[in-house]
């Protein structure tokens, strides 16, 4: 049985240059979760997919960052010309359906290892 | 607006001591409450939950976390510290109407052999 895995689990770039974060859920997982952590803000959410459809993308901070998810399993998270603030610890976690519509009270979110993100 | 307070950023404990860790939310209707558990280098692991039903919930590695309405709080602990604690801890809610995890700042916690 394996976890959310989440690839690479370390990238270092440039200012100014684009990244790409990978995130596989857990087979048959329908809600995926990206969240960042960093020093100064601490665990934040950024964006929630139900299938490949994101209704909540409220935590996204500017629109340098983007993500979509195909096939209601792998996701990719974007961040377009990244900025020293953008570094920090990118984590995806799954759940096997959105935490309040599950029948059995909230479902649990998995997350993955994370990926370390550092711009130079 | 803060809606997950967490008491004490380190927490140092003997092993073998009670460990206590607080954890305050602020909301009108009670969310569903988490304790995470995150070991150097590693990603979130699920200790335990509260949704419906029973205030005191029992989680894994003999962690323990009781739901308290009237105060607000939902507080970790554990009889007996062991080494393999030492770990950050993070309290977090989803407050109704939505999916996402909301976490408090964290506490360190160091056991002191």
């Known amino acids: 049985g394996a976890g959310v895995s989440q690839s690479p689990s370390n990238k270092v770039t440039e200012k100014g240059k684009d990244v790409e974060l990978r995130c596989d859920p857990i087979?048959?997982?329908?809600?995926l979760y990206w969240y960042r952590q960093s020093l100064g803000q601490g665990l934040e959410f950024l964006i929630y997919?139900?299938?490949?459809?994101?209704?909540?993308k409220s935590g996204l901070p500017s629109d340098r960052f983007s993500a979509e998810r195909t096939g209601g399993s792998v996701s990719t998270l974007t961040i377009q010309r990244t900025q020293q603030e953008d570094s920090a610890v990118y984590l995806c976690?799954?759940?096997?359906?959105?935490?309040?519509?599950?029948?059995?009270?909230?479902?649990?979110?998995?997350f993955g290892p994370g990926t370390r993100l550092t711009v130079l | 607006a803060q809606s997950v307070t967490q008491l004490g950023s380190h927490v140092s404990v003997s092993e073998g001591a009670l460990v206590l860790l607080r954890c305050n939310y602020s909301?009108?209707?009670?969310?569903?409450l988490f304790w995470y558990v995150q070991y150097p280098n590693q990603g979130l692991q699920l200790l335990l939950k509260?949704?419906?039903?029973?205030?005191l919930v029992k989680g894994i590695n003999g962690f323990e976390a009781e739901f308290k309405k009237s105060e607000t709080s939902f507080h970790l602990t554990k009889p007996s510290a062991h080494m393999s604690d030492a770990a950050e801890y993070f309290c977090?809610?989803?407050?109704?109407?939505?999916?996402?995890?909301?976490f408090g700042t964290g506490t360190r916690l160091t056991i002191i052999p």
């Open positions: 087979s048959g997982h329908t809600a």
């Open positions: 976690a799954s759940s096997p359906r959105g935490t309040r519509t599950g029948t059995s009270g909230a479902n649990t979110q998995y």
């Open positions: 509260y949704t419906t039903g029973a205030t």
């Open positions: 997919f139900q299938g490949n459809s994101a209704p909540d």
């Open positions: 909301s009108s209707v009670p969310p569903y």
């Open positions: 977090a809610v989803i407050h109704f109407g939505n999916e996402k995890l909301t």
